[in-house]
């Protein structure tokens, strides 16, 4: 009897199993539709931002994305997220890959994979020039803005837990708040805070300043368990690198003759 039940359970889970479609991997579904949808920011300077010109996002991260794109002989869509939709947009399914400025994390891990590093900068902060404010040790008593769902904001507090952080959904937000006096500070990545200074009219008027509260390694976000497609952007960003393409992409949006000037001074993980 005994060995007849374990027979008809087999017999049961055999039948599920073989009833359930094939789950396609997001190389099939992004070569079945011909497109691949990218998760980037939209007014994140010089990541990713709409070009008031032509109202088109563009950005550092479109440029890569667009290379990706190209390797998969697929057309690229984008759609905005933040960096508290981010992640929530790609595990629901929304989009197959997040280029959003979004660090690679331990704890992110338990909801999403990540690609290599492609992008390294670490945490400062933004403050008004000649207003007191040098380092993380000087916001003791003041309030500083972030964004919902950053790294920034969990960082900045454990640095000084004597400070206030107000969190906004976008940094121009937090920026704006900055202008308004409703926060001393905007702290989030250097390689952002260069951006949002330059966007201003008066760039001059603000400093960014400190030691790195924490290095920040970029990722690209994919979906978790689909080891075939994180491979695919992995080689995919070896590649851009080795033949140059990424350091062109980089100079475009970050080299000497830009507003966003940073240089280039950290080197791509590349695999034997």
């Known amino acids: 009897m005994r060995k007849a039940a374990r027979l008809t359970v087999l017999a049961c889970l055999f039948t599920l199993v073989a009833a359930m479609p094939a789950l396609a991997g997001k190389l099939d579904d992004i070569k079945s539709r011909g497109t691949l949808v990218a998760g980037v920011k939209d007014s994140q300077r010089p990541f990713g931002f709409v070009d008031e010109k032509t109202n088109q996002i563009v950005g550092f991260e479109i440029d890569l994305m667009q290379a990706l794109a190209t390797r998969l002989n697929a057309k690229l869509e984008l759609k ?41 900068t670490g945490q400062k902060l933004l403050v008004k020039k000649d207003g007191g404010i040098k380092s993380v040790a ?29 969190s906004f959904e976008t940094y121009p937000e937090a920026f704006l708040a900055l202008k308004q006096g409703k926060v001393q500070a905007v702290t989030t990545d250097e390689s952002i805070l260069v951006g949002i200074k330059n966007s201003d009219d008066k760039p001059e008027a603000w400093d960014i300043v400190g030691e790195y509260i924490s290095p920040e390694p970029y990722g690209l ?15 995919a960003l070896m590649d851009m690198w080795e ?12 080299g000497k003759d830009t507003k966003d000037y940073l240089p280039l001074t950290w080197k791509m993980e590349l695999w034997p």
């Open 80 to 120: 905005p997220v933040t960096s508290s939709t981010r992640i929530p947009m790609l595990t629901q399914g929304a989009v197959d890959i997040v280029a959003a400025t979004m660090t690679h994390k331990k704890e992110r891990e338990d909801q999403i994979d990540f690609s290599i590093t492609y992008f390294m």
């Open 221 to 235: 976000g994919v979906a978790e368990n689909d080891s075939d497609f994180r491979d695919f952007v992995n080689a």
């Open 243 to 254: 033949k140059g393409e990424y350091q062109k992409i980089y100079d475009k949006w970050f």
């Open 138 to 166: 000087d916001l003791a008593g003041k309030k500083v803005g972030s964004v919902k769902g950053s790294t920034s904001e969990q960082n900045v507090k454990k640095a000084q837990p004597d400070c206030t952080v107000i």
